[in-house]
């Protein structure tokens, strides 16, 4: 058996492979490697660089802080779902700041139609008590000048019992129509809830 392959390794050696000359001569390879390293210098490193640029830019997903917790970061789909949660929840507390608005304006104007209407039952009684004491007055005068005539004293008890009569059913009045408008806003407040 003879074979016309023969492998000498040495530093400094020719393999021949069937007409064909490889030269295994270690320290002459790694010259033309690093020769070729040298020559091609910035092609090389420019492709590492782009590598790992491109790797860069396709695999590393941009983060930002959370709007809900700003220590944990988010992407831009987490931080779009994150706005619209934050949305939601700012809408419903507006809605249910407008609705306690509304029942406090109610409140006041409820608060203000009261206090008007106290304010005029007093300058009634305030009046109605003026128009006593004046005509209490004037029939004491008329009897202490003895000139009392029964029929004008019946006829201002009656002129004073008309007058608070008149009075107090006004009063009654302005008292039922604020009842009344509170239970219709009651009841519409309870079908807007």
Request: charged letters at 20%; glycine letters at 6%; one cysteine or more.
């Amino acid at each position: 058996m003879s074979s016309s392959f023969t492998l000498n390794i040495s530093p400094v050696s020719d393999v021949s492979r069937k007409g064909r000359i490889v030269n295994l001569n270690f320290p002459d390879l790694w010259h033309k490697s690093t020769s070729f390293l040298d020559h091609y210098r910035s092609f090389i490193l420019s492709l590492i660089f782009t590598g790992l640029l491109a790797g860069y830019l396709l695999g590393c997903e941009v983060k930002t802080p959370s709007l809900i917790d700003p220590a944990q970061l988010v992407s831009a789909a987490q931080l779009q779902s994150e706005a619209h949660k934050l949305q939601a929840q700012y809408t419903q507390r507006e809605k249910q700041l407008q609705l306690q608005l509304e029942t406090l304006t109610l409140e006041q104007q409820d608060f203000n139609t009261g206090l008007i209407t106290a304010v005029n039952d007093l300058e009634t009684k305030t009046q109605q008590r003026q128009q006593i004491i004046d005509t209490l007055g004037g029939l004491a005068v008329q009897a202490a000048q003895g000139t009392a005539n029964p029929i004008s004293a019946l006829t201002a008890l009656i002129g004073l019992v008309s007058a608070g009569s008149a009075v107090g059913l006004g009063l009654d009045s302005l008292r039922k129509d604020r009842v009344i408008k509170n239970l219709k806003k009651k009841s519409d407040n309870a079908a807007v809830t």
